[in-house]
C-alpha cells in the first residue's frame, strides 16, 4: 500500500470506517437478493416448458428458454369460460386506469387550488372530511358504492369502476396537491386577480404549469393503485369487464386440467408490468416530487 492509498484510507476516516461500509453493503446487498429472489424465481420459471418444471428444482435456471408460457398467459390461457387469455383483460384495466387516474388528478387539483387560495368559510373543515376518506378501509364502501352504482345504471362496468376509484382516488389527490400550493406564493394569485384573471384562468394558466412535481407523484400514485386493485375489481365487475387483476386471480386458482406453473407466473409478470415499467422509467421524478413538496406537512 502506497502513501497515497493511506493517506485517502485516513481522510476517508480510517480503516474501521472502511470495515463499516464494506460490512454495511454486504448486508443491503443480502437484503437486496432476498427481495429479489421471488421475482427471478417467477421469470425462471416463466421460460421454462412444464417438463422441466417438474424435473428441475424451484430455483434452476431454464435450460431451454421458451416463450410458450407467455404465448398462452397473453391470449390463450382460460379465464372462467373464456379462453382468450389476459389480453382483453389488460385493455380492460387501461380503459380503466387512464381516465380515473386522468379525472382524480385534475379534480384533487382543482380541489387543492380552491382550498389554498380561494379561501372560504369552513375551507379547513371541509379539507379534513375530504382527509378523512383516506382513512376509510375499502370493504366499508362495498355495500352503498354498489347501491349507488345500481342505481345509476353502471354496476358491472368498467365505467362504474372509473367512477369509483376517482371517488376514491379524490382524499389523496386533493392530500398531494393542497400540502403542494400550500408553498406557492399567494402574491402570484392577487396578482392576476388585479389583471382581471378567472378563477379557472389562474388555475390552468399559472398555478397547473407550476404543478408538475406534484402532477407527476400523484399520477404515479394513482396508477399504481388503481392498475393493482383487486378488492373494486372483483366487487364491481363481472365477466368480461373484469381488471388484469381479477382475470389474474381466476388464471392462477383454476382447479381443472393440469396446473400450469410456468402459464401462471408468466401471467403474472404480465399483469405486473405496467406498474414496473412506470417505476423504472418515473422513478427518479417520483422522487424529485417528493422532494418538492409534493406530499410536504
Not at 368559510?121 to 375530504?130: E, S
Not at 345500481?150 to 362504474?160: F, H, K, R, S, W
Not at 404515479?220 to 373484469?242: K, R
Not at 408468466?266 to 409534493?294: D, E, H, K
Request: proline share 4%.
Amino acid at each position: 500500500m502506497n502513501r497515497r492509498q493511506i493517506d485517502g484510507i485516513v481522510r476517508r476516516g480510517g480503516p474501521w470506517q472502511a470495515v463499516q461500509r464494506g460490512v454495511l453493503f454486504a448486508v443491503l446487498a443480502l437484503f437486496c437478493a432476498y427481495y429479489l429472489v421471488p421475482l427471478v424465481v417467477m421469470i425462471s420459471t416463466s421460460f421454462k416448458s412444464l417438463d422441466e418444471i417438474r424435473l428441475g428444482t424451484l430455483t434452476s435456471l431454464p435450460q431451454a428458454v421458451t416463450f410458450e408460457a407467455w404465448a398462452k398467459a397473453w391470449g390463450s390461457a382460460c379465464v372462467g369460460v373464456r379462453c382468450d387469455g389476459l389480453q382483453p383483460y389488460v385493455w380492460n384495466s387501461v380503459m380503466m386506469v387512464v381516465p380515473a387516474v386522468a379525472l382524480s388528478t385534475f379534480l384533487g387539483a382543482l380541489n387543492g387550488y380552491a382550498l389554498t387560495k380561494w379561501r372560504f368559510r369552513g375551507a379547513d373543515v371541509i379539507f379534513a372530511l375530504i382527509l378523512f376518506g383516506a382513512f376509510i378501509p375499502f370493504q366499508v364502501i362495498l355495500l352503498p358504492m354498489a347501491r349507488t352504482l345500481g342505481v345509476l345504471g353502471l354496476a358491472g362496468t368498467i365505467p362504474g369502476l372509473i367512477m369509483v376509484h376517482t371517488i376514491y382516488g379524490l382524499a389523496f389527490t386533493t392530500l398531494f396537491f393542497r400540502n403542494f400550493f400550500i408553498g406557492v406564493s399567494d402574491g402570484i394569485v392577487r396578482a392576476a386577480q388585479v389583471d382581471g384573471a378567472s378563477f379557472f384562468g389562474i388555475f390552468f394558466r399559472i398555478i397547473l404549469p407550476m404543478s408538475l412535481p406534484a402532477i407527476v407523484v400523484t399520477l404515479i400514485w394513482q396508477f399504481t393503485q388503481i392498475w393493482n386493485d383487486f378488492l373494486f375489481g372483483v366487487a364491481f365487475t363481472v365477466g368480461e369487464s373484469n381488471p388484469v387483476t381479477v382475470a389474474l386471480n381466476n388464471v392462477v386458482n383454476t382447479s381443472t386440467g393440469v396446473k400450469e406453473y410456468n402459464v401462471d407466473m408468466a401471467a403474472a409478470i404480465i399483469a405486473a408490468l405496467p406498474t414496473l415499467a412506470v417505476y423504472v422509467l418515473a422513478g427518479s421524478y417520483f422522487v424529485r416530487g417528493l422532494s418538492a413538496g409534493a406530499v410536504k406537512g
